[in-house]
């Protein structure tokens, strides 16, 4: 299969694991809303969010994996494919061991960082160190994706995803109906990734039969490579996570789980975007990093603006649609009563993701010709600028609306204007250039 085809069925799967999740979330959400009503349904998302913390213990080495099992593959060095496989995963075991000691530690107290109901705290604290040990043995197990994905087979990444979505939203379904409580969401959440990892471990069998995992393959050499490019991966992926998961943190502390429940409508529509441009652009980094390994400047160049630009139409259009229907997407998806609160959130949300969606290209670009540096102590200036923003705004009175401007307004200076014209930079691409290819003009 050539190149082309590979990117073009790798995003095609990446698309359709997008319309599942969007057609099912889109009625799961007004679902879980109405039936577990604002406080509870927000205190579920409010557990949830953790997660995006926990991704500071990946270390960047989950990415860095990719990259480096892409270049190794496309050299055809089996031994160094071992290694680096090997050294990754021993270095995620020590990091879930972590997780699972501080999520023991935060179970006893997490709770009263928030304002929650005494009556619901002891099964928010139970779905909370569900959560955790979840998202302690997807880390253990993580070198399965890293290494389908490596091997440029989004695919089979995209399938299980499929698999696994469908089957947790069903159980969480019909829990639900059953009056469930925090707990057996939780418990549902972990049994649902066991299968998932199960059928992982699988396929990259399938996919590289010599694959085996033992600590005889760790080396130090391959630590240090693996650290000197992940310790900055690390911050800029676990920075992104701390930024997603910023808003109910806030709201949570400040507001109650009914204030998160509003941003999180707003936000999981915009969320349904970006996991869309990801879904485009984010296929692309095996190939960027298989592309840089070898030298071939010009595939490189070619893959960033036509990434940008396709990126740009999609995110234009759907943008577009939040924007001017929102409102009514809102009331017909939720209820007319939610619309009112929710749609100005949405609208400053989503104007960033019109006007600077080359971020997902550029994460790609950066992360595929290991030049992280700058992307993660950019992201550390944008977290800092978010945080006060949005307790600024949020103190002149703003209430919710004052922390989604915190959030915008330092990614959309960071998305889309620092980031691409440093790329520019890296890639030798003249500023003109970049607008005739990836502009309104080219289209």
Not at 119 to 136: E, P, V, Y
Not at 356 to 378: K, T
Request: hydrophobic share 55%; net charge positive; aromatic share 16%.
């Amino acid at each position: 299969m050539s190149i082309t085809d590979r990117i073009l069925k790798n995003v095609f799967s990446s698309w359709v694991y997008y319309f599942v999740q969007f057609g099912v979330g889109f009625f799961m959400v007004p679902f879980m809303v109405h039936r577990l009503g604002d406080v509870l349904y927000g205190l579920w998302i409010l557990a949830l969010s953790f997660s995006g913390y926990g991704g500071f213990f990946d270390f960047g080495i989950r990415g860095t994996i990719v990259k480096y099992v892409a270049e190794l593959e496309a050299k055809k060095d089996t031994e160094g494919l071992l290694k680096i496989i090997n050294t990754g995963w021993v270095v995620h075991l020590v990091s879930s061991f972590i997780i699972v000691v501080l999520t023991g530690i935060l179970y006893f107290f997490v709770h009263r960082f928030f304002k929650i109901d005494p009556h619901l705290a002891s099964d928010f604290r139970l779905c909370f160190l569900f959560i955790g040990i979840n998202f302690s043995f997807t880390l253990a197990t993580s070198i399965f994706v890293s290494v389908i994905e490596g091997f440029k087979r989004q695919d089979i990444v995209s399938a299980i995803e499929i698999i696994a979505f469908l089957l947790q939203s069903a159980l969480i379904v019909l829990a639900v109906l059953k009056h469930a409580n925090l707990v057996t969401l939780g418990l549902i959440i972990l049994f649902v990734t066991a299968l998932k990892q199960l059928l992982r471990a699988y396929f990259v069998l399938r996919i590289f039969p010599q694959f085996k995992l033992k600590f005889s393959y760790f080396t130090k050499n391959f630590l240090k490579t693996i650290l000197n490019y992940s310790v900055f991966l690390f911050m800029f992926q676990g920075l992104r996570n701390i930024i997603g998961s910023l808003p109910n943190i806030l709201l949570g502390a400040w507001l109650g789980g009914a204030a998160i429940t509003i941003y999180s409508i707003a936000a999981r529509l915009t969320g349904y975007v970006s996991v869309f441009l990801l879904a485009t652009a984010g296929v692309l980094l095996p190939f960027i990093s298989s592309f840089n390994s070898l030298q071939d400047t010009e595939r490189l160049k070619k893959a960033f603006l036509k990434g940008t630009k396709y990126t740009y139409i999609l995110a234009f259009l759907f943008g577009c649609v939040l924007l001017v229907l929102g409102r009514q997407i809102i009331s017909f998806w939720i209820g007319a009563e939610y619309a009112t609160k929710c749609y100005p959130i949405l609208f400053i949300i989503t104007l960033p993701i019109v006007l600077a969606p080359s971020l997902f290209v550029v994460n790609s670009v950066l992360q595929g010709i290991g030049s992280v540096r700058f992307l993660a102590l950019l992201t550390f200036f944008e977290l800092i600028a978010a945080i006060t923003l949005s307790r600024l705004f949020f103190i002149a009175g703003l209430g919710i609306a004052g922390v989604a401007i915190g959030i915008t307004v330092p990614y959309f200076i960071s998305a889309g204007i620092i980031l691409p014209l440093y790329v520019l930079r890296l890639l030798k691409i003249n500023f003109a250039e970049y607008l005739r290819k990836t502009s309104f003009i080219s289209w």
